[in-house]
Every structure is written in C-alpha cells, then in structure tokens.
C-alpha cells in the first residue's frame, strides 16, 4: 500500500507512525505546506518508507502532481480544507480517506441533499471516505455493530466525557486548554450551531444547549454535557435508518472554551483594538500550545504519565426492537490506548486514537468498498474490528443489554 497522508501535525505525524509500523505499507510521502514539521516527524520515526515533500494543500494541481504514484490519499489537514483534497484526489484518481468532515456535508445531510462530489466518486469507480478517526470514526462503526442486532433502531445518544486523573474534581479549571487537535475547529466547533435528529427530522440548535449532568464510568465519572455539533449526528440517520427516531451528540463541557465563546473571543469577525485590527479567534490561539508538538515531544520512558494523565470514554446508548422486544444497549469505549509502553512498541506512539482507524478505514477502502462518498458506518463493522484487534492492540470495551418493560 502506497500512501499520500496529507498533513503532518498533531494527527499526522500519529498516523505517519501507525503506517510505518503496518507491514502492507510500502511507501509512504509525507505532504504538508510546512516542509520543517514533516521533516522532524521524518527525523523521529526514522523509517525509510517516509519520503517529505512540501506542497500547497490549496492547490489542486500541487496535490495531483504529488501523488500520482500513491493508492490512496489520508488527509490529515485541518477539516475546511477537505473539499480541496477531494477535488485533487478525484482528478487523479485516487482512493480518498479524511477523519473528520463539515461544509457542505453537514448541512447536505440534515437537508436531505444530494452529497457534493459523490457522483463523480461513483463514476470515477473511487470510494471517498469521510470522518474515519475516533470520533466520527471508530465510534461509528461501533454503533453500526451493535445496530446491526436490531430489528428497529429507535434512538441512537452518544456521549463523550473527559478528565485530568489523579486530580480534584474540575481540575481543568486552572489548566491550559489544549484540544489536542486543530484549536482553530475545536473553538469553531465550540462556538457553531449544531444539529439534532429529533421525531424523524433534523433541528439545528445553538452551542451549548440542553446542558444535562451524565454519569460516565469511572473514572471520569459525572460531568455536565450539552449538545454538540459533530459528524456523527448527521452521518448516523443516514447510513442507519431502521425507523431510527432520535439521534444526539453531547460532548462534555470544557469550561475554558465555553467562557471563550461566551466573551466572543471565538469570533473570527475583525475588531479594532487601539487603532489595530484582529480577529478575536487568532489572538487566542496565538497562546494555545499546538497540537503537533505532541507526537514530537512524545517521551516513553514517562510512560506512567501517559497512562495515568487523561481518562477518556464514549458512551453509546442504543434503544431499538429485538425479536419483537424493546431493549437498550450501552457500549462504555474507553480511549484507544492500554498501556502506553505497549502501543509505542506496537505504533512507534501512544497517540493513535484518530490514527489507527484512518488506516484501518484506507486498508478497507483498498479491500473494495461501494464507490461513491462513504461513511464509517457504510464500513462492514466486523472486518473493521477484526483489522483492529489484529494489530494487536490491548483494547476492550463494556456492553450490556437489558429489556425494557
């Protein structure tokens, strides 16, 4: 397999790593605007099948001329710039993997509009797969596995929780937000509408809407949630219909963002500050740490940290008919991650969450999928996990059932 991955930041260099690792991967060129990161990511992972080059990631012909020998392109690039990769993906025609995904295919989803670019995918023979990370991704084809039991969807919640270990509760009052990914979508994502699926149809609701407070596991425990605008919601109903009613997506609420959103400091409108215009959103992020330094300044031998630093977990709740009785699921998904030690020796990296299902989604898009624009529920959920669990991360995660009365 022969590999374009557009992008080598804070998710890039990851997946640079979990592909070097895979023994199909014969080749892999590393494309990205700033030639210096994609180097140093080069530099950490030390492999021969890294080949560096710099190109415009909004120029369409730049990015045909780059992969002309490639089978298929991940795009790693921050989420506006997706189209664009699309466009050059099809003219030289190629396979097409993203791990995330907005205009126009939010909107197109939730309106029941035709979805851009997918007529020409289908006609070119090529599968554009979008949002195959963690969350869209992973989380995705996980509901389609347990959904696939039902007889009648009727309501689909996913929850998403997150904590500091080891410290007091609202630990993150003091500490520095760090998303870990794009700052600039994280805050936009924060600030945006977003939709619901409710009786059957779409709502489009203002951030932080319906706050409720969520027991997750332990040891995230409870934390307060709201609406959120994110891939799933849309993508979800459409793939899984099943008479599906409801469908949501809370994220827990990081209470730094929601007081910059609530000051407008994510406002990417210009203001006049002492005779100098800025928008509010870039004097922001100039003093968010960036997400790329991460992977780079990943240390094994701190390893205990890593495990003990961040708790994670989605939580998927399912209500549907089964052999003519009514019955909820819940699957808790912990983040991708065991032991640390393990998935360096595994990934080369501990930070594989986003990154290992975009390689497991390219590895199946080149097995042969349906052409046309694909989501990961469109994906066969037991040859996914089987292609997971083969790489032999330690993951497990809970499920339960019950009937309703």
């Known amino acids: 397999m022969k590999v374009v991955l557009m992008g080598s930041g804070g998710q890039g260099g990851p997946c640079a790593s979990v592909l070097v690792k895979d023994p199909t991967v014969t080749k892999i060129k590393l494309a990205d605007a700033n030639i210096g990161m994609a180097d140093k990511v080069k530099v950490k992972i030390n492999s021969d099948k890294i080949q560096t080059v710099k190109v415009d990631a909004t120029n369409i012909d730049a990015i045909v001329a780059v992969v002309q020998d490639s089978d298929i392109i991940i795009d790693m690039m921050p989420v506006w710039l997706g189209p664009t990769v699309m466009r050059a993906a099809l003219k030289a025609k190629k396979h097409y993997v993203s791990t995330s995904f907005d205009e126009p295919y939010l909107d197109q989803l939730a ?130 219909k099943k008479g599906i009613e409801y469908c949501d997506y809370k994220y827990y609420i990081a209470r730094q963002a929601a007081t910059f959103v609530a000051m407008g400091m994510t406002s990417q409108d210009e203001i006049e500050i002492n005779g100098t215009k800025i928008k509010p959103i870039d004097f922001l992020l100039h003093f968010v740490p960036k997400p790329g330094n991460a992977f780079l300044e990943e240390d094994i031998e701190k390893s205990d940290m890593i495990d003990k630093g961040t708790a994670l977990y989605m939580v998927i709740e399912i209500t549907g008919i089964k052999k003519g009785e009514a019955v909820d699921y819940v699957v808790n998904c912990p983040k991708l991650t065991g032991s640390a030690r393990k998935l360096h020796e595994l990934f080369g990296t501990s930070q594989i969450g986003v990154a290992l299902p975009a390689v497991i989604g390219a590895k199946m898009v080149l097995e042969g999928q349906d052409s046309g624009i694909l989501f990961p529920e469109h994906l066969d959920p037991r040859r996914f996990i089987e292609l997971f669990l083969d790489t032999g991360i330690p993951y497990k995660w809970e499920f339960s059932e019950k009937q309703r009365a």
């Not at 851009?116 to 090529?126: H, I, M, R, V, Y």
């Open 111 to 240: 309106l029941g509009q035709p979805l851009a670019l997918a007529e020409d995918f289908k006609a070119a023979g090529l599968s554009a797969l979008l949002g195959c990370g963690l969350s869209p991704g992973f989380i995705n084809v996980m509901t389609r596995y347990y959904t696939d039991t039902l007889d009648t969807v009727k309501s689909i919640k996913l929850r998403l929780g997150k904590t500091k270990t080891g410290l007091p509760k609202y630990n993150d009052v003091t500490a520095i937000w760090n998303p870990g990914w794009s700052p600039r979508q994280a805050l936009l994502d924060c600030s945006n509408s977003c939709y619901v699926f409710r009786n059957g149809k779409f709502e489009s609701l203002p951030p932080y809407t319906e706050i409720e407070e969520y027991t997750f596991p332990k040891p995230v425990g409870d934390m307060l949630v709201c609406h959120h605008t994110h891939e799933e919601v849309t993508s979800l109903p459409y793939v899984i």
